[in-house]
């Protein structure tokens, strides 16, 4: 055999090589995969991230769940997930991370497969508590493209006249627009609420503390501390994608949190003062 060749496959230096632990992306409803743009990079050099598509508004395969009459549902993308993961990662167990609705759809799959998942973080999750502000259906339905992507931010440099042209042009698309709008008839009002108790696994929540889209934050986060391994943060002058406004120290706690090296939570970042706070301005409403 060639030496080149003989070395390539070199045995023992195929036993030594360990591939790294899988990391699952999941994004939200008014996102797409390239949501994860500041994050992917620095989470796969310590994961093998994979970003599965299974919320396309304009692939074949939701259109034809459509014209079949199938509605597009928590429990219809949580299948789609297992069966990507089933047939294209095969290395369970997974760590998971979801921003949004894709927090929904986690928390729906670890609950169904708890022996597939190893971690799971949860960015700004919907359907915890509480109802939440649908600035996409307005902005879809009116037009008003600009309200949909400022929404999602508390800095509006976020919200550039780039993105919302990108938005715009998304949605010119009537096949693209379609598949948002039977989405949101689908999804909408969904609550995982009744999971709460059911997750068993280590658990990270990042809230965004000025978040408009989720309408009671606090509420949330009492709610969530039912799970049974969670741990929260709150991000100050942040709004409904920390994962892009505040990328930076997103990617570090959620490195340290699958790591199980997020030991304590830092004072500025801790639930139990956000929560003051939101009890002081509370009394000071009624006061007045």
Not at 180 to 207: D, E, F, K, N, Y
Request: charged content about 25%; overall charge positive; hydrophobic content about 40%.
């Amino acid at each position: 055999m060639n030496p080149s060749v003989r070395k390539l496959f070199d045995l023992n230096r195929l036993h030594a090589y360990k591939r790294p632990a899988p990391l699952i992306l999941v994004n939200g409803l008014a996102e797409q995969p390239e949501s994860w743009f500041a994050n992917r990079t620095h989470w796969s050099r310590h994961f093998d991230v994979k970003v599965p598509e299974i919320l396309v508004y304009d692939g074949d395969s939701l259109h034809q769940r459509i014209e079949r009459g199938g509605e597009i549902t928590v429990d219809y993308l949580t299948d789609r997930l297992a069966d990507y993961l089933d047939e294209y990662v095969q290395r369970p167990p997974y760590n998971l991370v979801g921003s949004s609705l894709g927090g929904q759809i986690l928390m729906t799959y670890a609950t169904r497969h708890p022996e597939k998942v190893a971690r799971l973080v949860l960015i700004c999750p919907s359907g915890i508590h509480g109802d939440e502000s649908l600035p996409m259906m307005e902005g879809v339905r009116r037009s008003q493209y600009d309200t949909l992507v400022k929404s999602v931010f508390h800095r509006t440099h976020f919200a550039s006249d780039e993105l919302v042209a990108v938005i715009e042009h998304k949605f010119q698309d009537r096949k693209w627009k379609k598949g948002v709008l039977r989405t949101l008839r689908g999804i909408v009002g969904h609550s995982v609420a009744p999971l709460l108790r059911q997750v068993p696994h280590p658990t990270l929540i990042i809230w965004g503390e000025d978040d408009r889209v989720l309408s009671d934050v606090a509420g949330s986060i009492r709610a969530a501390d039912q799970i049974l391994k969670v741990r929260q943060v709150v991000i100050p002058r942040c709004g409904h994608a920390p994962q892009i406004e505040k990328a930076r120290l997103v990617n570090h706690l959620v490195i340290r949190f699958l790591r199980d090296r997020l030991k304590t939570i830092p004072l500025a970042l801790d639930p139990a003062r956000f929560l003051f706070k939101q009890d002081l301005r509370r009394r000071a409403r009624v006061a007045h």
